[in-house]
């Protein structure tokens, strides 16, 4: 079956401008998961939803970064003001519940120049 | 609390040899331990498990990893490396259950090289 696919697969923005990056998990996972893979910090996790809830938000790095789901489905990652330093690949899971195994996606490169 | 050691940042192999990429991990709670592999421009994709069920554990492409408690180690192997293995590996911890489960934390990640 389709896996996590996420879209674009490459942005390229000027800093201080607002960029959206969607999410569309494996059909039927409930949970979903947004991380920041950058060169200096690694992996890190930034939110999770469950259903369209977010329970936890305490790896989104500062209040430019928001995230919402919709019919416990597809999800948007909102950066607002984009900054150099938000220049990542940001890679999104799903997983059918929260204990069960993450699936990733292939990621979206954000440039910020 | 949880981490992850990955003790190698470049491993280099030729092809046909053994592989060994090493981790060590440090958790409060009973562990489940993973390993997820990233080829070029690639998302992560599930190598193998460990939810204390059998300490070795079997993954895809030839890979397996055993789990040491004793040791607090999660080193993963194959006995014969292909071109096609090269890639960069991460070894990731998370409690087995309970809060915080779905939390997941990534070693930096060891790239793998194979000679031909």
């Known amino acids: 079956g389709a896996g996590v696919s996420q879209s674009p697969s490459n942005k390229v923005t000027e800093k201080g401008k607002d960029v959206e990056l969607r999410c569309d998990p494996i059909?039927?996972?409930?949970?979903l998961y947004w991380y920041r893979q950058s060169l200096g910090q690694g992996l890190e996790f930034l939110i999770y939803?469950?259903?369209?809830?977010?329970?936890?938000k305490s790896g989104l790095p500062s209040d430019r970064f928001s995230a919402e789901r919709t019919g416990g489905s597809v999800s948007t990652l909102t950066i607002q003001r984009t900054q150099q330093e938000d220049s990542a690949v940001y890679l999104c899971?799903?997983?059918?519940?929260?204990?069960?195994?993450?699936?990733f996606g292939p990621g979206t490169r954000l440039t910020v120049l | 609390a949880q981490s992850v050691t990955q003790l190698d940042s470049h491993v280099s192999v030729s092809e046909g040899t053994p592989v060994l990429l090493r981790c060590n991990y440090s958790?409060?709670?009973?562990?489940?331990l993973f390993w997820y592999v990233q080829h070029p421009n690639k998302g992560l994709q599930l190598l193998l498990k460990?939810?204390?069920?059998?300490?070795l554990v079997k993954g895809i492409n030839g890979f397996e990893a055993e789990f040491k408690k004793s040791e607090t180690s999660f080193h993963l192997t194959k006995p014969s490396a292909h071109m096609s293995d090269a890639a960069e590996y991460f070894c990731?911890?998370?409690?087995?259950?309970?809060?915080?489960?779905?939390?997941?934390?990534f070693g930096k990640g060891t790239k793998l090289s194979v000679i031909p």
């Open positions: 899971a799903s997983s059918l519940e929260v204990e069960d195994t993450q699936y």
């Open positions: 059909s039927g996972h409930t949970a």
């Open positions: 939803f469950q259903g369209n809830s977010a329970p936890d």
């Open positions: 958790s409060s709670y009973s562990p489940s």
């Open positions: 460990y939810t204390s069920a059998a300490t």
């Open positions: 990731v911890v998370s409690p087995s259950r309970g809060a915080g489960s779905y939390q997941l934390t």
